[in-house]
Structure formats: C-alpha cells, structure tokens
T-cell receptor, first 116, second 112 residues
Framework: AQSVTQLGSHVSVSEGALVLLRCNYS??????LFWYVQYPNQGLQLLLK??????LVKGINGFEAEFKKSETSFHLTKPSAHMSDAAEYFC??????????????FGQGTTLQVKP | NAGVTQTPKFQVLKTGQSMTLQCAQD?????MYWYRQDPGMGLRLIYY???????DKGEVPNGYNVSRLNKREFSLRLESAAPSQTSVYFC???????????FGPGTRLTVT
C-alpha cells in the first residue's frame, strides 16, 4: 500500500525566507508524486508533479521539489516566501505507481503561514 | 472553459435526509473522482470513474453512491445523511493520461 506523510501540520516563515515543506512517501512501485496548493475556500491547484523524468521538478509560483528515492522524500521548496504563498499544501502519490488510474493518496496537509 | 464545476456550494442537511452533489467538467476528461476533505486528514477518495459507464470504490465509499451520467457529469448521492458525513466534498477530473487532476471549488456539507 502507498502512503504519504507530511512532516509538520503548520509551518511559519518570514517573508523573504526559505520555504521548506517536507513530504515522505511509501510505495512498493515507482511512485508518481504531486504537490497541490489550496487557498482558503478554494479547490486544489497543482503546483508540480514528478512522473519519473527529471528528479528536480520546477512548478508554478517559484516552487520546486526534488525526488530522492534513497530518502523516499519529495520535499517542496521556494527560495523566498511571499505573503501570497500563505495557503495549505498537500503532497500526494499516485495510488497505483506508474499506472495511471489517476487515483491519489494525499498527505494530511501543511498550512504555511508567512509573516511580514 | 469553466473547468470543473460543483453544485451546490453549501448545504445543511438533517440526519437521515438525502441529497445529490453534482459535478460537471468541460475538458473532455475520461476520469472523474469524488474526494472528501476533513481537518488533519487530507483528502480521501470516495469513488471514482475511470471512464464513462464505469465506477469504482475508493478509500471511504460507505454511505455514498455515485452515477457517471455521461462523460461530463459525475454525481455523488448521500441516501441517508449522517453527522460523520459533515465534510468538504471535492470533485476532480483527469484526462487519463496526464496524471494531473483538476479540482472543482468544493461543496461544504453540514449534517446536523
């Protein structure tokens, strides 16, 4: 079975500081991994995805994530936080590895607070 | 191009009442999904439809039924609502090859 663990339900950073949101996964097959962002009272929007190509994946709004197989991690980073980055972030893994049924297993989410 | 739309946006039900949540997508996607979101638990898959005419259970299907009415529409029905079904419900769709799910804005359901 596949699972996702996001370390830290709340992360607080100052504006301009590095953002690091941690995600570890468990998968018996090569995973496909995703980061989604959810702004208050909205649906989820895809930030970036890893689908077995380059291990460093760049997404929208200056975010990127690195797939590290040896560490079973897919941490999300952004060099400089902006106030508009305040949101909830979800890491997800495709529930059937490389087969695309589209079903996703989500982590519990991390709320990012950005302080002025 | 509206993407994924959901109705209603908000709903309050009494225990035992029934209702249907509607979802439609205009992106010609093959696959559609229903998730529920609860605090501290992320999103959990209720049901999905890999293609028109097929539906399958997800992680938390009990108490729900679905209908894939056509390629565009995928509805979620609560036959007898329970307080444990208080949640935010999201519909999503996926072309089936691109691994990217597009989400609707959600339906906030409260069962009293």
């Amino acid at each position: 079975a596949q699972s996702v663990t996001q370390l830290g339900s709340h992360v607080s950073v100052s504006e301009g500081a590095l953002v690091l949101l941690r995600c570890n996964y468990s998968s018996s097959v090569p995973p496909y991994l995703f980061w989604y962002v959810q702004y208050p009272n909205q649906g989820l929007q895809l930030l970036l995805k890893y689908t077995s190509a380059a291990t460093l994946v760049k997404g929208i709004n200056g975010f990127e994530a690195e797939f590290k197989k040896s560490e079973t991690s897919f941490h999300l980073t952004k060099p400089s936080a902006h106030m508009s980055d305040a949101a909830e972030y979800f890491c997800a893994v495709s529930s059937e590895g490389s087969s695309n049924t589209g079903k996703l297993i989500f982590g519990q989410g991390t709320t990012l607070q950005v302080k002025p | 191009n509206a993407g994924v739309t959901q109705t209603p946006k908000f709903q309050v039900l009494k225990t035992g009442q029934s209702m249907t949540l509607q979802c439609a997508q205009d992106m010609n996607h093959n696959s559609m999904y229903w998730y529920r979101q609860d605090p501290g638990m992320g999103l959990r898959l209720i049901y999905y439809s890999a293609s028109e005419g097929t539906t399958d259970k997800g992680e938390v299907p009990n108490g729900y039924n679905v209908s894939r009415l056509n390629k565009r529409e995928f509805s979620l029905r609560l036959e007898s609502a329970a307080p444990s079904q208080t949640s935010v419900y999201f519909c999503a769709s996926n072309l089936g090859t691109a691994f990217t799910e597009y989400f609707g804005p959600g339906t906030r359901l409260t069962v009293t």
